[in-house]
C-alpha cells in the first residue's frame, strides 16, 4: 500500500501569512493521480487540486500544488479567514487509493 | 450543479447489515466513475470501494473485502453499498463521490453508520 505522509500535524498561522503543506509519498507515484482536498468541521471535504497542480473548478488562485519527485506541496499564498480548515492529500496511482492523515490548519 | 444524496445510515448491531444509497443528479452518471469514501469519527478520510461506469470493474480497501459490495443503477442514477458483516471499525461517516481521473470531484453531505451493540 502507497502510505502518504503530511507534515506538519498542525500548522498555527495568522491571516494573512503563507502556508506550506507538505504529502510525501512512501514510493513513486505519478503526478497525474496526486489530489488535495480541504475540510471543515461538520462538512464534507471538497476537492482543491487534482494532478497535482491543476486547480478544480471554484479554486482561488491562492491555492498552489507542486511535486518533486515523492514530494508533493500545497501552498497557500495569504490565508483568508475562511481557509483554517483540515487538508489532505490523496493518491489514486496504485490500489488501495489511499489519504495522508491530515494537517490543521488553525489561526494562530 | 452535481448533488450526490446518500442515504441508508444508521444504527446496527455487529454483524449486521445495512444497504447505502446515494442519488445522483446534475451529471452523467452513466459516464461517471463512483467511489465511496468513508470517515471514521475524529478520524481521517479512507477510500472504500469504486465502480467504473457500467458496473463491470470494481475495487476495495482490503478491510472490506468480502463483506461490503458496491454496485450502481444506471437507469436511476444510483449508486449503492451493501455492508454485510459489520464490525464495530466499520462506523463511519460514509460519502459517495465521483471519481475522475483519480479525483473525487464531487461530494454527498454524507451518511452516519453505527455499528454498536
Known amino acids: 500500500e502507497l502510505v502518504l505522509t503530511q507534515s506538519p500535524g498542525t500548522l498555527s498561522l495568522s491571516p494573512g501569512e503563507r502556508a506550506t503543506l507538505s504529502c510525501r509519498a512512501s514510493?513513486?507515484?505519478?503526478?497525474?493521480?496526486v489530489a488535495w482536498y480541504q475540510q471543515k468541521p461538520g462538512q464534507a471535504p471538497r476537492l482543491l487540486i487534482y494532478g497535482a497542480s491543476s486547480r478544480a473548478t471554484g479554486t482561488p488562485d491562492r491555492f498552489s500544488g507542486s511535486w518533486s519527485g515523492t514530494d508533493f506541496t500545497l501552498t497557500i499564498s495569504r490565508l483568508e479567514p475562511e481557509d483554517f480548515a483540515v487538508y489532505y492529500c490523496?493518491?489514486?496511482?496504485?490500489?488501495?487509493?489511499?489519504f495522508g492523515q491530515g494537517t490543521k490548519v488553525e489561526i494562530k | 450543479e452535481v448533488q450526490l444524496v446518500e442515504s441508508g445510515g444508521g444504527l446496527v448491531q455487529p454483524g449486521g447489515s445495512l444497504r447505502l444509497s446515494c442519488a445522483a443528479s446534475g451529471l452523467t452518471f452513466s459516464s461517471s466513475w463512483m467511489s465511496w469514501v468513508r470517515q471514521a469519527p475524529g478520524k481521517g478520510l479512507e477510500w472504500v470501494a469504486m465502480i467504473s461506469q457500467d458496473g463491470s470493474g470494481r475495487d476495495y480497501v482490503d478491510s472490506v473485502k468480502g463483506r461490503f459490495t458496491i454496485s450502481r443503477d444506471n437507469a436511476r442514477n444510483s449508486l449503492y453499498l451493501q455492508m454485510n458483516s459489520l464490525r464495530v471499525e466499520d462506523t463511519a461517516m460514509f460519502y459517495c463521490?465521483?471519481?475522475?481521473?483519480?479525483?473525487?470531484?464531487?461530494w454527498g453531505q454524507g451518511t452516519l453508520v453505527t455499528v454498536s451493540s
Open positions: 490523496q493518491q489514486s496511482g496504485s490500489l488501495p487509493k489511499t
Open positions: 463521490a465521483t471519481d475522475t481521473y483519480g479525483a473525487f470531484h464531487n
Open positions: 514510493q513513486t507515484v505519478k503526478h497525474d493521480w
